[in-house]
């Protein structure tokens, strides 16, 4: 990968990035307990057509760790301050799981800056979810380093690099702000925002990912979204199949063109 490493300030925090290419803006805002590291497979041929930037966010990577709650509102407030710092404009957001939450809420309190939002595999579950699961959702956060075997029931085709890149973001994270990511997901109306939403949308599925079940909902909320099925992708669609991610991305990036399986 061929990227550059920059940091901006927002409020007095410090936020690490990863910048390939020219051209119109896509931001690439990545899972909780990940870093700009996630695409790293994918900005290289994403930067043939884009300015591509990949944030690490709050508490991330090498940005600044948390020292207080944030909600999705917040981390929305510090990419706000990232792309005003950055002096991006008509940006494109394309975000994963709590990446694409953060996108949704952008595109709702922020629209007239964006072009579209791609969202990845960004569930719309609501209270009693997690009400019915928190014990599991906040083992799966409070444990920051994850078995080879475990993780290979989650990304297909592990390899040990991908592995131990998992790893160094999550204990880079901390268990702290994975547990504290979990409560701004909780709390999060990811429904609400998601058809409050008027920036074109594309919605991208792993076909054997969590947010399939999903499908009906995404698409009775938001009519005139595009909505992609990557085969055999499951909640990390960008580390599974990078190939299909970026088609996905570059087709949301352009004007979506339907739902696809």
Same mark, same amino acid.
């Given at each position: 990968?061929i ?44 930067? #043939?057509?884009?300015?591509?930037i990949?944030?690490? =966010? ?12 944030? @909600? ?15 002096g991006?404009?008509d ?12 996108? =949704?809420?952008?595109?709702? &309190? ?16 609501? %209270? ?11 083992? =799966?956060?409070?444990?920051?380093? &994850? ?11 592990? &390899? ?14 901390? %268990?702290? &702000? ?14 609400? @925002?998601?058809?409050?939403?008027s920036?074109?949308? @594309? ?43 970026? #088609? ?11 739902? @696809?399986?």
């Open positions: 990968m990227a550059r490493d920059g940091f901006v300030q927002v409020e007095g925090r410090r936020i690490h990035y990863l910048e390939a290419g020219e051209g119109q803006p896509l931001v690439l805002l990545h899972s909780g307990g990940g870093s700009a590291y996630e695409f790293e497979h994918v900005i290289a041929p994403l930067s #043939e057509h884009h300015r591509v990949a944030w690490d =966010m709050p508490g991330h990577g090498d940005s600044d760790p948390l020292l207080r709650h944030m @909600t999705i509102a917040g981390h929305d407030e510090a990419l706000a301050g990232l792309i005003a710092a950055l991006l404009a940006v494109i957001l394309a975000g994963v799981s709590i990446g694409g939450y953060i996108a =949704m809420h952008h595109a709702v &309190t922020r629209p007239a800056g964006l072009s579209r939002v791609v969202l990845a595999e960004a569930p719309l579950r609501d %209270s009693a979810w997690y009400d019915a699961n928190w014990p599991m959702f906040e083992a =799966m956060c409070a444990i920051p380093d &994850t078995p080879f075997d475990a993780l290979a029931k989650r990304i297909r085709a592990l &390899t040990p690099d991908l592995h131990r890149r998992w790893n160094i973001d999550r204990n880079k994270c901390g %268990s702290w &702000t994975l547990v504290d990511l979990g409560w701004a997901v909780r709390d999060f109306d990811a429904a609400g @925002t998601y058809a409050a939403g920036v074109p949308a @594309t919605v991208v599925i792993g076909g054997n990912g969590p947010t399939l079940a999903d499908r009906a909902k995404f698409e009775a909320l938001r009519p005139d979204a595009a909505l992609i099925v990557l085969p055999g992708c499951g909640h990390f669609p960008m580390l599974d199949d990078p190939a299909a991610f970026v #088609e996905a991305v570059l087709r949301g990036a352009a004007d979506g063109e339907g739902a @696809t399986d």
